[in-house]
Every structure is written in C-alpha cells, then in structure tokens.
C-alpha cells in the first residue's frame, strides 16, 4: 500500500508543477500588462476611489500613482462628462451581477495638464467580500484619431473631385460599382457657348493671361449653372458645354437654361466695364434626347451623344453675338414663359433648313 501511496505521489508532482509553472507565467503576463506604458489599467470601488493606479496610466493621464491613488474616478474624467460617468457607474452598482462589457467604447479623458483626448476603454466588474469593484483598460488613440481624420479628408478631397468632374448620381455609382451605366433621356436642354473672335483674341494676350480670364469666366459660369441644376459637361477651348434634365429629370430644363443664358450676358456686360480685355459672346440652346455615359478607361469623361448636340452646337454658330439663339423644340419649352423673336428657317450645314428664334 504504502508502494502504491508513493507511486501516486510521484505521479501527480508533474502535474502540480506544470501547474506552479503557468500560474508563475500568467503573474509574468500581468506584471508586464501592468508595466506598459500603452495601456493604462485602473481599478476603482462602488464609491468610485481609485485604488490601482498602473505604470500605463502614469505615462497617459501624467498623474503619478501616489496622485492618483484615493481619488475620485471624475479626476481624469472631463467636467462634462461626470454626470454622466456617475449615472452609469450607478447603473452598474444596481445590477444583480458584475459584467464585462463586451464592446469597446470609444470616450473622452482628461490629462493632469487638462488636455481633452480620445480613449479607448474596456469596463469590467467584479464582486469580493461584497462589494463591487471596477477595472478599466485604456488606451490613448489620439494617433489614431489623427490617422482616421486624414484618411476622412483625403476621402472628401476624391469625392470633391469626383463630383467635379461627374454628375452626382454617376459619381456615387461609380464608387459603389466601379462603372457608370449609360443611360437615354428623353428631353433635355443643351446651351453652348462661344466667344466671339477667341482666336484673335488668344494672339493679342500671353498665354498665361489667356487661361487666367477663361478660368474666371468658366468658374463664374459654373456657379450659375450649378445654381440652377444644370450640369457641366467640359469646356472645349472657348466654348462651354451644359445640360440640364440629367441625371436627374426636371420639367424646366429650358426655362433654366434660357436663365443661365441670361446670368452669364449679365455677368459678362458688368465684366467689360471693368476691363479692357472684351468678351462678347454667342449662345445657342437646344431641346431633345440624349445618350449620356462614361467614357474610356482612362481619364473618366461623363459626355453626351446623339444628334441633340450637334443641333445644340449648331444653334450656337448660327447666332448673334449678344443673342441666345434657339431651335422650334426648345421654343416650345418656353414659349410662355420668354418672348421669343422668330428668325424663320436658317441653312445649317449638314442639317438643312432649321427654324430659329432669338430670346428677347
């Protein structure tokens, strides 16, 4: 018997080191856990006293252990927010049971220096001698919050770009898929402009004063077609491309075109009072279907096709300078809300005899 009483002995002593060995290896864990300077660990009573106060949560909140230790909770914890922080902890005190939280929450803490910066906590509870008792692992993310804000603006600064360059609903489809389906609309209103004598004009003025007045001209020129819901397509030179009815339909498509027509007269007549260098400009409008989509693989360009443009673009030759010269389909548009003057049939080539009229 007293074989066999040793033979067990002998037999469970591995045992009882291997478990002698992990407890040792789990206190080496927490010492570490406890000496790291990225992770504060603070533990608190019901009455919410500080009573451990890591090597983490010197380096974080500046306070020292001996400064930290006996005080309230509300010591790193905003003014703000220590209502709410004492409501909750309340809460908790009430609960039947003692609970970890099972998500990570995202808040705000107070250095001694009375910096405001962002944390991430980990809450848990538990229950000795009857009372409750709370430990909190937190971490400083302030990089991380630089790092996600620069991500969000580089994000905003590609969709600014995106929707300079696209309508709204394609620009989205294009993030969301990859690809812009294109699509036929009915009835939309095309304007071209074009300024008279550009050619001349490009000769007489250094290039880089050239391109200066057209980015004022076009810049004011986006803002009041944007203004009105009508959307750019591209500037080719001197001549100004928009549509409105797309992507998005809207009955008084040519209304607003005829008005952007007029805006940009306006502007253009108060600019020349101002400057020597003249722009005197023609503009033509027409009403019809298209085809609209994105186009090639490389440098994205949203573009429009069907006969509606060149009709759009023939309107635009065959007028006046001063004048918004316009087809019989976009005149039927409008013919209620602008007085029109009738041109009768004018020779377009390529295209016949078409009937025009001036907007008054």
């Known amino acids: 018997?007293?074989?066999?009483?040793?033979?067990?002995i002998d037999i469970n002593t591995p045992s009882i080191s291997r478990i002698k060995s992990k407890i040792n290896e789990q206190n080496k864990r927490f010492q570490v856990i406890c000496s790291s300077k990225n992770d504060a660990i603070i533990t608190s009573d019901e009455t919410n006293r500080i009573l451990f106060w890591n090597t983490g949560a010197e380096h974080i909140f500046g306070f020292t252990a001996e400064e930290a230790i006996g005080q309230p909770l509300t010591l790193i914890i905003p003014p703000d927010l220590h209502q709410r922080h004492n409501e909750g902890i309340e809460r908790m005190n009430q609960g039947e049971k003692p609970r970890v939280l099972g998500k990570v929450l995202e808040l705000r803490a107070q250095k001694k220096n009375g910096e405001i910066f962002?944390?991430?906590l980990t809450l848990g509870s538990w229950q000795n001698d009857?009372?409750?008792?709370?430990?909190?692992?937190?971490?400083?993310?302030?990089?991380?919050?630089?790092?996600?804000?620069?991500?969000?603006?580089?994000?905003?600064?590609?969709?600014?770009?995106?929707?300079?360059i696209f309508p709204?609903?394609?620009?989205?489809?294009?993030?969301?898929?990859?690809k812009a389906s294109t699509k036929k609309f009915d009835n939309v209103t095309i304007i071209f402009t074009d300024f008279k004598d550009f050619t001349s004009l490009?000769?007489?003025?250094?290039?880089?004063?050239?391109?200066?007045?057209?980015?004022?001209?076009?810049?004011?020129?986006?803002?009041?077609?944007?203004?009105?819901?009508?959307?750019?397509?591209?500037?080719?030179?001197?001549?100004?491309?928009?549509?409105?009815?797309?992507?998005?339909?809207?009955?008084?498509?040519?209304v607003l075109c005829i008005k952007a027509a007029k805006e940009m007269f306006?502007?253009?007549?108060?600019?020349?009072?101002?400057?020597?260098?003249?722009?005197?400009?023609?503009?033509?409008?027409?009403?019809?279907?298209?085809?609209a989509g994105v186009v090639s693989k490389k440098k994205y360009a949203y573009d429009l096709?069907?006969?509606?443009?060149?009709?759009?673009?023939?309107?635009?030759?065959?007028?006046?300078?001063?004048?918004?010269?316009?087809?019989?389909?976009?005149?039927?548009?409008?013919?209620?809300?602008?007085?029109?003057?009738?041109?009768?049939?004018?020779?377009?080539?390529?295209?016949?005899?078409?009937?025009?009229?001036?907007v008054e």
């Open 1 to 8: 018997m007293e074989a066999e009483n040793t033979e067990k």
């Open 118 to 120: 962002p944390i991430e």
């Open 266 to 291: 306006k502007y253009l007549e108060m600019r020349n009072k101002k400057n020597k260098i003249q722009w005197n400009m023609r503009v033509g409008i027409h009403s019809g279907p298209v085809v």
């Open 168 to 178: 709204k609903q394609v620009a989205k489809e294009l993030k969301t898929k990859g």
């Open 130 to 164: 009857g009372k409750r008792y709370y430990s909190g692992i937190i971490r400083d993310i302030t990089e991380k919050k630089k790092a996600e804000m620069a991500i969000l603006e580089e994000k905003k600064k590609s969709d600014d770009l995106l929707l300079n």
């Open 202 to 254: 490009a000769h007489s003025i250094s290039p880089v004063k050239l391109v200066k007045e057209l980015n004022e001209l076009f810049s004011k020129f986006d803002s009041i077609v944007e203004s009105l819901r009508i959307e750019k397509i591209k500037t080719i030179g001197d001549a100004y491309f928009a549509v409105c009815g797309l992507p998005q339909v809207n009955k008084d498509h040519a």
């Open 305 to 358: 096709f069907g006969d509606t443009v060149n009709t759009a673009s023939r309107m635009e030759s065959n007028g006046e300078v001063g004048k918004i010269n316009i087809s019989e389909s976009t005149y039927q548009l409008v013919k209620d809300v602008y007085k029109c003057s009738p041109r009768g049939q004018i020779n377009v080539k390529g295209k016949g005899d078409l009937t025009m009229y001036f």
